[in-house]
C-alpha cells in the first residue's frame, strides 16, 4: 500500500498548542477513537477557546456514531456559536442508536427546535428530528406534529407576512426524510400533507430564488413519498422553471391521477433531457401497454440516456407496436460492427430484442460475443442469459476480462446451470473480488461441497495474504459459503481439519473478518470464540498538505469528451479530499473508466477492475455531515460505514436519500454539461490537481 497524506484546516488562531491539538484531534477522528486517550483529545477540543476547534472536535465526536457520546455532545447545542450549535445538532443525529440513544437524543432536539432563536439553527435542528431511526409509530407521530407545526400554515391567508425560508427549508427536509423513512410506520396527516403543499406555493425576492426552488423539490419529494401527488401540483410543476422540480413532476405522475398522460407529453418534449429521462421512465411504468408511439419517437431524441431509456424499455413490449419495435431494436443492433457508432445502443439494443424476438437476437449474438470491446461482450453474456444460450455463457464465462465472465456466471446461476460450479471454481482462482463473490454464490447447490471446499479455502488464503482491506467483501462472501456448506449442520460434522484452518482468522487485521470466523467457529464447536484482530497499520495523518489543496480543484479529463473540474472541500472533509488528491497527482485515475452511469441518479468510477469491487486500500474513513447530495456533489462510494476506496461518484439530480450516509468531499464547478454527458467505460484520461483562479 502506498503511503499518502491525509490534513486537516489549519485552525486559524495565535495560541501555539491549537495546530498541534488540531492534528491529534485528526489523528484521533481517523482512527475513530479506540482508546480513552484518543477520546481524552476530541473532548479537549470540546473545550477550546475557539469555535472552529469546538466545530471540528463536536464533528469528529458525532461521526463516532457512539449513543455513549450523546451526553459530550449535548452541552455544545447551547454553544455560543451558531456553525457550533449547528454540528453539534447534527451529531446527536449520528449518535442516535438504539432505542435510549434515539429516545434521549429526540428530546434534546425536540428541546432545541423549541428554544433556539436563530431560524437556521432551527432548521437544522427540523431537519435532523426528521431524518432519525424511528421504529414506532408514537415517535414518529409526535415528531410529524412539531415539524408541521413549524410551517406555515396551508392558506395564505393565514401565513404572516414573514416568513424565514431557512427554517422552512430546514423543516422540508425533515419531512421528507421522515415521509420517506418512517412513512410505513405512521403515515402523514392530512395538515402535514396540506402545509406542505402550501410552502410549497411560496413566493419571495429573485435573491432567494435557489433556496425557494429547493423548497418545492423537497415538497415534492416528500409528497411523492407519501404518495400524495394531486392533479393541480402536477399542473404547476409541469410549467416551473426549475429542472429538479419538473423532473419530480415526472415521477409524481406516477401515481395514478387523470391527467397523467398530458402532463407526460408535455415532459416528453421538455428542453432539459433529465425531465425528458423521467417522462419517458414513467412512460415505460404507466403507460406502454396503452401506447408504444412516445418510446419509440424517443429512439430519435438528441440525448444519448433518453435514446438508450427508450431501447431498454421497447425489450418489454409494445403490444399495439411490436413488430416496429423489433425492427427498430433489430436495425439498431446490427450497427455493433459499425465504426461510427458508439457500442452502447446496439449492446443494449442485442439485450431488449432477446426479450422480444429471441430469433432474431440469436442471429446477432455471435457478432457481440466476439466483440473486441469487453464491455459489448459483458451485454452479450446479458442476451446470452436472457436466450438460454448455454454454449454461449460458458465461453464468456472463461473470458479474458473477470466482468464478462462475471456477468456469464450469473447468468448461469439464474438459469440454475450445472455449468455454473466448474465456472465458479475457476473464478475463484482469480485476482477480481467481483468475481469472486459471485463465484462463492454460485457454490451453493447440492453436491458441490467436495471440490468447493478447498478452493474456497485456497481462494482465502491466497487474497488475506494480499493484506488489502478492500478484500472485505470477498473475504466475507468466502465465509460465508464455507459457512453454509462446510458446517456439522449441513453435513453431520465439519471437515476434517477446517475448524484448525479457520483459527488463524481470529487474528485477521479486519475486524470484519475475525468476527465472521469466531462466529462460525461458536456456531461448530458450540463453544464460546472471541476473536481479536490484529490491527493493520494507517498512513500517517500530518497536516502539511491541506493548505495546498485550498482554493484546489480535480480537473477531470475525460477521453473524447472534454473536462469538469470539481472544487476540494478540504473544510468539510479533509481525510477525502487529501486521499483521492494526493492518488490523482500519482496518476491513479490515468486510464480508468466511469463504469457506472444511472441517469437521473450518479455516475461512478475509478475502480482499476471497472466494477463496485475493485478500489483502492487501505480503507478511507467516512466524513459523513451537513453537506448535501445536490446535484454536481461528489461523493465516496462505499459498502458500509468506512469503507471508501477512492471511488468517487457524482450526483445527476438531488439525492436526499444519500444524505448523512455518503461522504460529500466536493462539487462540480464547471463541466457538468460534460458530466451529464457521461456514457458507460468512458475513460478518465487524467485527474490534475489545479488551482482556481481569484482563489
Avoid at 453539534?88 to 425536540?110: E, F, W, Y
Avoid at 416551473?240 to 395514478?256: F, G, H, K, S
Avoid at 431494436?329 to 442485442?350: D, I, Y
Avoid at 485476482?431 to 481462494?459: C, E, F, H, M, W
Wanted: net charge neutral; proline share 5%.
Amino acid at each position: 500500500m502506498r503511503a499518502y497524506l491525509l490534513a486537516v484546516t489549519l485552525v486559524a488562531t495565535t495560541a501555539s498548542a491549537q495546530p498541534a491539538l488540531g492534528e491529534r484531534m485528526l489523528v484521533a477522528e481517523d482512527q475513530r477513537a479506540p482508546t480513552d486517550a484518543e477520546l481524552a483529545t476530541l473532548k479537549q477540543g470540546l473545550g477550546s477557546p475557539d469555535a472552529a476547534t469546538r466545530r471540528q472536535a463536536v464533528r469528529a465526536i458525532g461521526r463516532l456514531e457512539r449513543a455513549d457520546l450523546l451526553p459530550v455532545i449535548s452541552p455544545l447545542l447551547t454553544d455560543r456559536n451558531t456553525d457550533v450549535r449547528i454540528e453539534a445538532i447534527n451529531a446527536l443525529g449520528q449518535v442516535a442508536r438504539g432505542q435510549d440513544g434515539l429516545s434521549a437524543a429526540k428530546s434534546r432536539l425536540l428541546a432545541r427546535a423549541r428554544a433556539e432563536q436563530t431560524p437556521r439553527v432551527r432548521g437544522v435542528a427540523a431537519a435532523t428530528l426528521g431524518r432519525l431511526p424511528y421504529t414506532g409509530a408514537a415517535d414518529v407521530q409526535q415528531v410529524e406534529h412539531v415539524l408541521a407545526q413549524m410551517l406555515p400554515p396551508a392558506s395564505k391567508e393565514q401565513r404572516a407576512a414573514v416568513v424565514n425560508l431557512d427554517e422552512i427549508a430546514g423543516t422540508v427536509e425533515g419531512l421528507e426524510a421522515l415521509i420517506r423513512q418512517s412513512g410505513k410506520i405512521s403515515p402523514p396527516e392530512a395538515d402535514t400533507i396540506a402545509r406542505l403543499r402550501g410552502v410549497g406555493t411560496i413566493e419571495g425576492r429573485a435573491q432567494d430564488a435557489e433556496t425557494l426552488a429547493r423548497i418545492r423539490r423537497l415538497v415534492r419529494a416528500a409528497l411523492i413519498a407519501a404518495g400524495r401527488p394531486e392533479a393541480e401540483l402536477l399542473e404547476a410543476g409541469v410549467a416551473d422553471p426549475d429542472d429538479e422540480v419538473r423532473r419530480l413532476t415526472m415521477i409524481a405522475a406516477r401515481v395514478d391521477v387523470p391527467n397523467r398522460e398530458p402532463i407526460l407529453r408535455k415532459g416528453l418534449g421538455d428542453s432539459e433531457a433529465r425531465v425528458r429521462y423521467e417522462a419517458l421512465q414513467t412512460w415505460g411504468r404507466t403507460l406502454l401497454n396503452q401506447a408504444c408511439a412516445p418510446v419509440l419517437s424517443a429512439l430519435r431524441d438528441p440525448n444519448v440516456h433518453v435514446r438508450l431509456l427508450a431501447i431498454d424499455l421497447l425489450g418489454n413490449g409494445c403490444s399495439d407496436t411490436k413488430q416496429d419495435a423489433i425492427r427498430s431494436l433489430r436495425a439498431v443492433a446490427e450497427a455493433v460492427s459499425s465504426s461510427s457508432t458508439s457500442w452502447h445502443a446496439p449492446a443494449h439494443a442485442l439485450v431488449a430484442l432477446a426479450k422480444l424476438s429471441a430469433a432474431d437476437a440469436r442471429t446477432l449474438l455471435p457478432l457481440y460475443v466476439a466483440h473486441t470491446l469487453w464491455q459489448v461482450r459483458m451485454y452479450a453474456a446479458q442476451a446470452a442469459g436472457k436466450l438460454s444460450a448455454i454454449d454461449e455463457l460458458v465461453a464468456l464465462g472463461r473470458d479474458a476480462h473477470p466482468n464478462v465472465g462475471e456477468a456469464a456466471l450469473n447468468e448461469l446461476i439464474a438459469l440454475r446451470r450445472p455449468e455454473a460450479v466448474d465456472l465458479a471454481l475457476e473464478g475463484l482462482a482469480r485476482n477480481d473480488y467481483q468475481l469472486v463473490i459471485t463465484s462463492s454464490r454460485a457454490l451453493a447447490v447440492p453436491g458441490a461441497k467436495d471440490r468447493a471446499i478447498p478452493a474456497l479455502i485456497q481462494a482465502l488464503a491466497r487474497i488475506t495474504a494480499e493484506k488489502r482491506e478492500t478484500s472485505r467483501d470477498a473475504r466475507m462472501a468466502i465465509l460465508q459459503r464455507v459457512e453454509d456448506i462446510g458446517g456439522p449442520e449441513s453435513s453431520g460434522a465439519a471437515p476434517a481439519g477446517l475448524n484448525a484452518t479457520l483459527q488463524p482468522y481470529l487474528a485477521d487485521f479486519d475486524p470484519a473478518v475475525a468476527a465472521k470466523a469466531a462466529e462460525i467457529l461458536q456456531k461448530w464447536t458450540r463453544k464460546p470464540v472471541t476473536a481479536a484482530p490484529s490491527k493493520l497499520m494507517r498512513p500517517a495523518v500530518t497536516l502539511r498538505a491541506v493548505e495546498e489543496l485550498r482554493g484546489a480543484a480535480l480537473r477531470f479529463v475525460m477521453s473524447g469528451r472534454g473536462t469538469f473540474d470539481v472544487e476540494l472541500l478540504v473544510d468539510d472533509a479533509p481525510l477525502s479530499a487529501l486521499r483521492v488528491a494526493t492518488r490523482a497527482r500519482e496518476g491513479y485515475y490515468n486510464g480508468l473508466t466511469f463504469h457506472r452511469v444511472v441517469p437521473n441518479f450518479v455516475i461512478q468510477g475509478g475502480s482499476p477492475g471497472a466494477n463496485e469491487y475493485m478500489g483502492d486500500g487501505p480503507f478511507m474513513r467516512d466524513e459523513v455531515g451537513l453537506l448535501p447530495h445536490r446535484r454536481g456533489a461528489v461523493g465516496l462510494s462505499t459498502r458500509g460505514r468506512d469503507t471508501g476506496d477512492a471511488q468517487v461518484f457524482i450526483d445527476l439530480v438531488d439525492v436526499p436519500r444519500l444524505n448523512h450516509t455518503y461522504t460529500v468531499f466536493g462539487r462540480v464547478t464547471a463541466g457538468m454539461d460534460v458530466v451529464d454527458g457521461v456514457l458507460e467505460g468512458d475513460v478518465i484520461e487524467r485527474v490534475e490537481v489545479v488551482k482556481v483562479p481569484g482563489s
